[in-house]
């Protein structure tokens, strides 16, 4: 099987293809640094650059394309523009090159697409933006089919799924923290099927059978909470969203490529001063990396409120490499471009930030292997 990523980010969804023996062929991004930094890992693949310059009946057939199309205008934190705003309006770009390939192959590829984007998507726009994202993809396969809009009491479930005559579709809010790596990162993972009726087959799956994927624990386990026992989150907020400060050693609170402020892209955290109980700081088997470890940034080198300070922990942001990590890439795959050069870690924390929790596609893309 073959894959096309648009709005490719830094290669993760070839990145997921790859280790479940989904071959990667092309991908469409537009930023130099992201762009670099993919040629380093993936030499032969062909890069489409901006997508408003692409024609799918001129590109290579694949089975699947995944399309992460930018959230700023859906996200809670932006100003909800929606489907209509200048970024997430891009989504519209992808539905055109899906239908030019599937025209220039008479029906044939892609089989799959995979839409991920932001919670805020079933809300925006007065819950509209996902009704049409829902009814663009499924006019793929029947133009001028029509999806109703959920009542604003109920609104949109987290998962769900259509069925028509010729196509599947299934989608299903996925967090992060559930598949392996210690981030809350909640994502919409939208799977729709143009040869079967079994998109929800890919998306359901109670446990994967590749990966030992630990089962969902019970809801709430993780956002509020005492600094102390590290079970749960603690927030201290000191003014903007980006200063804000967080405890959690189970899990951390989901990373965001824009920022500024105290706690720049990554926030703030409170961490462990002698020990490294939190598994986002550690190597993956318990042993300190002194080298790989940011130093303590203590209240008085950034901050002038000395409360801050909780026994034990103290604060400081995030690494490049621990935000890696938080998303389930390799150790410095964001380090260096393909020419060698490294990459800004201002770039890099903008870069992982905008891409996706790779546990999370990995076992959407080894379900699509295995249904086929």
Not at 191 to 210: H, T
Not at 311 to 327: A, D, F, I, K, W
Request: with cysteine; glycine share 12%.
């Amino acid at each position: 099987m073959k894959l096309g990523s648009l709005f490719d980010g830094i290669g993760g969804f070839p990145l997921a293809a790859s280790r479940v023996g989904i071959t990667p062929v092309w991908a469409s991004e537009i930023v130099p640094d992201c762009i670099s930094i993919t040629k380093r890992h993936f030499p032969v693949m062909r890069h489409l650059g901006d997508i408003t310059g692409i024609n799918g009946g001129d590109i290579e057939p694949v089975d699947i394309i995944s399309f992460g199309s930018p959230c700023q205008d859906l996200s809670i934190s932006g100003h909800r523009a929606g489907l209509d705003g200048e970024k997430s309006g891009l989504f519209l770009q992808a539905i055109r090159v899906i239908k030019e390939m599937r025209i220039a192959t008479n029906g044939r590829y892609p089989i799959t697409i995979i839409w991920e984007n932001v919670p805020g998507a079933f809300s925006s726009n007065k819950r509209k933006d996902f009704q049409k994202v829902l009814q663009e993809i499924a006019a793929i396969a029947e133009p001028g089919i029509s999806i109703p809009r959920p009542s604003a009491k109920s609104g949109w479930l987290a998962a769900g799924g259509i069925v028509g005559d010729c196509f599947s579709m299934a989608w299903r809010c996925l967090a992060a923290q559930y598949f392996g790596v210690p981030q809350r990162r909640k994502r919409i993972y939208l799977v729709a099927n143009f040869g079967n009726q079994r998109a929800g087959e890919i998306l359901f799956k109670y446990e994967s059978e590749k990966g030992n994927i630990e089962k969902g624990k019970n809801a709430g386990d993780s956002f509020t909470g005492n600094a102390n026992n590290g079970v749960k989150q603690y927030v201290v907020n000191i003014g903007y969203s980006t200063d804000r400060i967080y405890m959690n050693p189970q899990s951390s609170v989901t990373l965001r490529a824009n920022g500024g402020g105290c706690g720049a892209n990554t926030g703030l955290y409170f961490l462990p001063v002698n020990q490294c109980d939190v598994p986002f700081v550690c190597n993956g088997f318990g042993d300190y990396e002194h080298g790989n470890i940011s130093k303590t940034i203590l209240s008085s080198d950034d901050i002038t409120s000395g409360d801050l300070i909780v026994s034990g922990y103290s604060v400081r942001r995030l690494t490049p490499l621990e935000c890696e990590r938080l998303q389930g890439l390799p150790d410095n795959w964001t380090e260096y471009g393909h020419d060698g050069k490294k990459i800004s870690d201002n770039q890099r924390y903008k870069a992982i930030g905008n891409s996706v929790a790779i546990p999370c596609v990995e076992f959407i893309l080894h379900q699509i292997a295995i249904s086929n």
